[in-house]
């Protein structure tokens, strides 16, 4: 399957995990997802009927930090692992990133985090 690796700047020692962590790149078709590009993909009836019911649950709120939202997120990514570069997946990534992010506002209540271009479109 496919899998982000996280990319931590030089100098920055890691204390904590953050949403800034979250390098949008896969490793294995070494998607760059700041590049806003997406391709057309047919999916099939498994991939669409899970797409579905994320966005039927989750959609595109933001912020979102409702843990039911996060496994939807989750597992709906799981299912749409072999569609990278899709807008459906591209869609659940971000949400996935949302999520991580409003789980540590949360925490932290950095609210500089929650202002960050890398977050926001």
């Not at 649950?57 to 990514?77: I, M, Q, R, W």
Request: hydrophobic fraction near 30%; include cysteine; charge should be neutral.
């Amino acid at each position: 399957g496919h899998w982000y690796e996280n990319i931590h700047h030089e100098g920055r020692k890691k204390k904590l995990f953050t949403a800034l962590d979250v390098v949008c790149e896969c490793r294995v078709c070494e998607n760059n997802w700041s590049n806003q590009t997406t391709r057309s993909a047919k999916l099939e009836p498994e991939q669409l009927k899970s797409f579905r019911k994320w966005r039927a649950t989750v959609g595109t709120v933001y912020p979102n930090s409702d843990k039911v939202h996060f496994k939807e997120t989750c597992h709906a990514l799981r299912v749409l692992q072999d569609l990278p570069n899709t807008e459906e997946h591209h869609q659940l990534f971000r949400q996935f990133r949302n999520s991580l992010n409003a789980f540590q506002y949360s925490v932290t209540e950095n609210s500089i985090i929650m202002n960050s271009d890398f977050i926001h479109e």
